[in-house]
């Protein structure tokens, strides 16, 4: 399999009407189990990998969830683009319940997560500066916006650490800061997908103001799981409309980001690490 489109999100998505030889494909990584199994199948003539993020009855907290495993199997089995499916909450006034965001920015406040397929005798500097795919990105603001009017292009997710949502105090300065939506998932994966060399967009789906907001009810998970219910079927048809426009231009630099990452003596890496890294680092001998 190789030049796969890779969707991360929530257990639905794969439920799709009109997707073919569907399979399930479990995958083992040096890094540990990946959140489940991945369904694979072919929708408008591109191959879908779908993985549930939380894995299967959302049974893993945002901490919890093994991210170097999922971009690792998802880069093993040919994933070239993905796409991150993420419910969010909105801090700012005009991102309405509802609405997609197409994010181009983070702001990492997470604590406890493993963030880097590097270490162990191996030290890896990727650039980051720009952390979304601007190609992918374009495809999937396009698809999204042909699908859901209020689709805007372009914002600043600050990923929590979670699993608790945020205290009015934090709130009100994370909107002093700035920033566009708020979540608990895409960090490290962003990262990851970086380091991994593939492709990697967000449609951030807005699902509440957060409890910022003085005249809107304060987050629930109730108001939070009706919008989410809501907004599965139009996920679906941006993943199909995402399918068909790929695979868009080839200029975004993704896939060489390793080039002149890696910064230690090649004869001082140690065999093992070598070997767990082949997937990413075969290519730069």
Same mark, same amino acid.
């Given at each position: 399999? +190789?030049?796969?489109?890779?969707?991360?999100?929530?257990?639905?998505? *794969?439920?799709?009407?009109?997707?073919? @030889?569907?399979?399930?494909? %479990?995958?083992?990584?040096?890094?540990?189990?990946? %959140?489940?199994?991945?369904?694979?199948?072919?929708?408008?003539?591109?191959?879908?990998?779908? &993985?549930?993020?939380?894995?299967?009855?959302?049974?893993?907290?945002? %901490?919890?969830? @093994? /991210?170097? +495993? @999922?971009?690792? =199997?998802?880069?093993?089995?040919?994933?070239?683009?993905?796409?991150?499916?993420?419910?969010?909450? %909105?801090?700012?006034?005009?991102?309405?319940?509802?609405?997609?965001?197409?994010?181009?920015?983070? *702001?990492?406040?997470?604590?406890?997560?493993?963030?880097?397929?590097?270490?162990?005798?191996?030290?890896?500097?990727?650039?980051?500066?720009?952390?979304?795919?601007?190609?992918?990105?374009?495809?999937? *603001? =396009?698809?999204?916006?042909?699908?859901?009017?209020?689709?805007?292009?372009?914002?600043? /997710?600050?990923?929590?650490?979670?699993? +608790?949502?945020?205290?009015?105090?934090?709130?009100?300065?994370?909107?002093?800061?700035?920033?566009?939506?708020?979540?608990?998932? @895409?960090?490290?994966?962003?990262? &990851? =997908?970086?380091?991994?060399?593939?492709? /990697?967009?967000?449609?951030?789906?807005?699902?509440?103001?957060?409890?910022?907001?003085?005249?809107?009810?304060?987050?629930?998970?109730?108001?939070?799981?009706?919008?989410?219910?809501?907004?599965?079927?139009?996920?679906?048809?941006?993943?199909?409309?995402?399918?068909?426009? &790929?695979?868009?231009?080839?200029?975004?630099?993704?896939?060489?980001?390793?080039? *002149?990452?890696?910064?230690?003596?090649?004869?001082?890496?140690?065999?093992?690490?070598?070997?767990?890294?082949? &997937?990413?680092?075969?290519? /730069?001998?």
């Amino acid at each position: 399999m +190789a030049d796969i489109l890779g969707v991360i999100g929530g257990s639905g998505l *794969y439920e799709m009407e009109g997707m073919k @030889n569907v399979r399930t494909v %479990s995958v083992k990584t040096p890094f540990g189990e990946p %959140s489940d199994a991945i369904v694979v199948g072919e929708i408008e003539g591109r191959t879908l990998a779908f &993985l549930p993020r939380h894995g299967r009855g959302h049974r893993f907290l945002p %901490s919890q969830i @093994n /991210y170097r +495993a @999922n971009l690792y =199997a998802l880069k093993k089995i040919g994933a070239r683009w993905v796409l991150s499916i993420s419910a969010v909450g %909105s801090m700012k006034q005009d991102i309405r319940p509802g609405d997609i965001v197409v994010v181009d920015q983070f *702001y990492d406040r997470t604590r406890f997560r493993p963030c880097t397929f590097f270490g162990d005798g191996i030290v890896g500097h990727i650039p980051f500066a720009d952390p979304v795919c601007p190609n992918l990105a374009d495809i999937a *603001y =396009a698809s999204a916006k042909k699908i859901v009017k209020r689709t805007h292009r372009g914002g600043t /997710y600050l990923c929590m650490e979670g699993p +608790a949502f945020s205290t009015r105090a934090e709130s009100r300065i994370y909107r002093k800061w700035g920033v566009d939506v708020i979540g608990m998932t @895409n960090m490290p994966e962003a990262k &990851l =997908a970086r380091e991994a060399e593939i492709c /990697y967009a967000t449609l951030a789906l807005a699902t509440d103001y957060d409890c910022w907001h003085e005249t809107e009810e304060d987050v629930s998970i109730e108001a939070i799981l009706a919008i989410i219910r809501k907004n599965v079927e139009n996920s679906k048809r941006i993943i199909r409309e995402v399918a068909r426009r &790929l695979p868009g231009k080839d200029a975004c630099g993704c896939g060489e980001a390793l080039r *002149y990452a890696v910064i230690t003596d090649r004869k001082r890496i140690p065999a093992a690490t070598r070997k767990r890294l082949a &997937l990413f680092l075969e290519k /730069y001998p």
